[in-house]
């Protein structure tokens, strides 16, 4: 699938700025256009991958390059007055040679959070292809503002985009890691995640033929009828039979073949059992999904039609829906065999239910504690006796 991508805000830049990455490494070739804006100058200068001509400071008159400060309104005011310099920016962006847009950003931040549906908006009105964002829920020992401002993005997102991928920092957390190095492991499982689902799409060049493959088509449809989605994924490591070993994912089988097709079945079907059941970009309930799409990728001998058509009728049942999509996703030189579930339309959602309540506590205590500022202040700096006066 071929995307044109835009990293708004610091977490959205770096993510953008991995993908490009993957891609080098990978030859995917997802990122067709790749643009990074965000307030704070500083944050688009340590960018290593997008290109500088491609970076976007919006809100210089406003903030001086120096970001929102968690300030998701003001992110929005900027993008608003700011938007004629991002959309000239995807004007080189040849429309009819990408799929769909993708936005990224933090939600619990002031620019991508505020500033990422502003853009949705506006590519909505001019383009035809579907846009969609990928948005970062903060961790909840992140506090009252972050979650407030997520929860109000997350809602804005939903609505002004064709779909919106969550990925929950929550659910990644590592205890002890200092909070850049665990960024960059969760980036690189975000990149890992997301670029594999959207590499299905794209047939590799002189790549092999997938005995059902998956087009970008099935991608979008899935994620058509707008609303959350959410990502899971497990792979089985293969180790190469030129070096002599036998294929754990295969089994010890060896010679016999119809074995092996029976294990490689087996394998396969359990993959997407620990992809859709195990650690889901948001965790949500599984059952009430609106619509699915397994894709399975590695090398094609190790992928097969049967076992896919299992894993395709067991995630139907789990999540009660008919409109659940399979194929595979050939890659000759990787090194396991992955399976990738993508679980759109979810409704089922501890976790949204309880950022939210988290939001409205910290609306109100905002809210409460500027109601009463002004008295408080005053308190504190008059003595009570109006025997003191201020110099003038
Ligand atoms: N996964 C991931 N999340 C990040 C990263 N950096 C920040 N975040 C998350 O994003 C939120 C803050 O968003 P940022 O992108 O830093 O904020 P911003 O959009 O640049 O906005 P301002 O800094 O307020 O101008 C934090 O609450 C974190 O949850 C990152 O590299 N990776």
Redesign the pocket.
């Known amino acids: 699938m071929k995307l044109a991508m835009i990293g ?5 830049g ?2 953008l700025d991995k993908f490009l990455e993957y891609d080098q490494r990978h030859g995917s070739n997802i990122v067709r256009a790749a643009l990074a804006v ?3 100058k500083a ?1 688009l200068m340590g960018l290593q991958h997008v290109p500088e001509e491609n970076r976007v400071l919006v809100g210089q008159s406003r903030v001086k390059g120096h ?6 309104e003001l ?1 929005a005011e900027v993008a608003e007055e700011d938007i004629d310099e991002v959309m000239s920016a995807m004007d080189d962006v040849p429309a009819h040679e990408v799929d769909a847009f993708l936005i990224i ?9 505020g500033g990422g549906p502003v853009v949705a908006r506006h590519l909505k009105r001019i383009y035809t292809e579907p846009v969609y964002a990928l948005g ?4 909840s020992d ?1 506090g009252g503002i ?1 979650t407030l401002n997520a929860a109000r993005s997350f809602q804005t997102f939903v609505r002004e985009t064709d779909n919106l991928l969550v ?1 929950d ?1 929550d659910n990644w957390r590592n205890a002890g890691e200092s909070m850049q190095g665990g ?1 960059d492991a ?2 690189q499982e ?1 990149v890992d995640r997301f670029g594999l689902l959207f590499g299905a799409g794209e047939v590799e060049h002189g790549g092999e033929v997938a005995e059902s493959v998956v087009d970008s088509s099935e991608i979008i449809n899935t994620l058509s009828g707008g609303g959350v989605s959410t990502v899971g994924y497990a792979s089985e490591t293969i180790e190469r039979e030129d070096t002599g070993l036998l294929s754990r994912f295969r089994g010890n089988g060896g010679g016999d073949d119809s074995l092996d097709a029976a294990q490689t079945t087996n394998r396969v079907t359990s993959l997407v059992r620990k992809a859709t059941l195990g650690r889901l970009t948001l965790p949500c309930e599984v059952n009430g999904v609106e619509r699915g799409l397994l894709v399975m990728a590695g090398p094609s001998k190790y992928l097969n039609r049967k076992g896919i058509e299992r894993g395709r009728k067991w995630m139907e049942e789990q999540t009660g829906s008919m409109e659940v999509r399979g194929g595979d996703y050939p890659l000759r030189s990787a090194g396991e065999v992955s399976s990738i579930v993508l679980l759109s339309g979810v409704t089922d959602c501890a976790r949204i239910k309880q950022l939210q309540q988290v939001a409205i506590e910290a609306q109100d205590n905002i809210d409460e504690i500027r109601d009463e500022s002004d008295h408080n202040l005053d308190n504190l700096v008059n003595d009570g006796q109006d025997e003191l006066e201020p110099l003038f």
């Open positions: 708004y805000g610091q977490a959205g770096k993510i965000n307030t704070a944050d970001g929102v400060g968690a300030d998701n992110g950003a933090g939600m619990g931040g002031g620019s991508g959070s970062v829920l903060p961790s992140e972050y990925f920092n960024y969760i980036n975000i």
